[in-house]
Nanobody
Framework: VQLQASGGGLVQAGGSLRLSCAAS????????VGWFRQAPGNEREFVAA????????YYADSVRGRFTISRDNAKSTVYLQMNSLKPEDTAVYYC??????????????WGQGTLVTVSS
């Protein structure tokens, strides 16, 4: 499966952005999808994940209540709605796909990143 992340940009603190991760090349509903991010000088960290049919979602503590992950299997796309953004959310955001959620980071298919910059 090939993944294309988009939707990043520059936003003021408190603002919102919606990221998209569009998939092609395989049956999208076979894959769980996750979002990860990496800030300059930091290791990559988990942000959110959603199971194959969207029945379960998972969030990092740092984004729970502010970010929402969702998917539209008919459009082969996963979304990350980011509200109440903070400067510490600044990072390159990546999406990953794998049939099993726990394998997203180590064994997933990765898209290119999209940069999110939150100004204070």
């Amino acid at each position: 499966v090939q993944l294309q992340a988009s939707g990043g940009g520059l936003v003021q603190a408190g603002g919102s952005l919606r990221l998209s991760c569009a998939a092609s090349g395989s049956t999208f509903s076979r894959y769980a999808v996750g979002w990860f991010r990496q800030a300059p000088g930091n290791e990559r960290e988990f942000v959110a994940a959603i199971t194959r049919r969207g029945s379960m979602t998972y969030y990092a503590d740092s984004v729970r209540g502010r970010f929402t992950i969702s998917r539209d299997n008919a459009k082969s796309t996963v979304y990350l709605q980011m509200n109440s953004l903070k400067p510490e959310d600044t990072a390159v955001y990546y999406c990953s796909a794998h049939p099993v959620v726990r394998n997203l980071e180590d064994n997933g298919y990765w898209g290119q990143g999209t940069l999110v910059t939150v100004s204070s």
